[in-house]
């Protein structure tokens, strides 16, 4: 089973991905937990080429090449292997948030990288997408208190003006309302129990069908 987190800046996808590998692991699966970009040696270097704030003069269009190549690493060498071994794959952002950030943030063309993420990962999709919504002001404000408690990086990305951050939000709505079978929205300004507890009652449905929730 292969389940992406995504959503904007300060939504709290880190906190609740690790929470749902140890309720998972409790329970006896067998969890990967990994991260885009990066979750490898080589997307590991890529993620800090895109994430320095010196690289003001990245263009959109070198953004998607990098991310794809830290995508095309991490699905070869981590996410494919995992899922033929049998694990359950949880993954800090994955291929829609290129279309979310690059696509509408930057307005690069969607068929395009529909096409250079094909490419990237083989055709691998997500059997579940759990989206932790916030709105972008308050998401950002999130952001920078954990940085300046040294809890969180403030990358290039992060950066951005307010305008892009909410093309990206109103992006990833859009791809969840198109695609509701695999999309999940949770609201993700409610207490971090509550996100979670939320986001368990979904997977269970998706791993265990049988059983009634």
Known sequence: MFITFEGPEGSGKTTQIRAL??????????VLITREPGGTGIGDQIRAVLH???N???????????????RAQIVGEVIRPALARGQVVLCDRYADSTMAYQGYGHGLDREALRQITRFA????????????????????????????AGESELNRMDRKELAFHQRVRQGYLEM???EPSRWVVIDASLPIE?????IRRRVE?????????
Request: glycine share 6%.
């Open 56 to 70: 003001t003069a990245m263009l959109p269009n070198t953004e998607i090449l990098l991310y794809s190549a830290s």
């Open 194 to 198: 509550e996100v979670q507890r939320a």
């Open 52 to 54: 320095d704030v010196r």
């Open 205 to 213: 449905v998706v791993l265990n069908p049988s059983r009634a929730f």
């Open 21 to 30: 590998g140890e309720y998972l692991s409790e329970r006896g699966r067998d």
């Open 121 to 148: 990962t083989g055709g691998l999709a997500p059997d579940l997408t759990l989206y932790l919504d916030i709105a972008v002001e308050a998401g950002l404000q999130r952001k920078l208190r954990a940085f300046q």
């Open 176 to 178: 969840a309302a198109a």
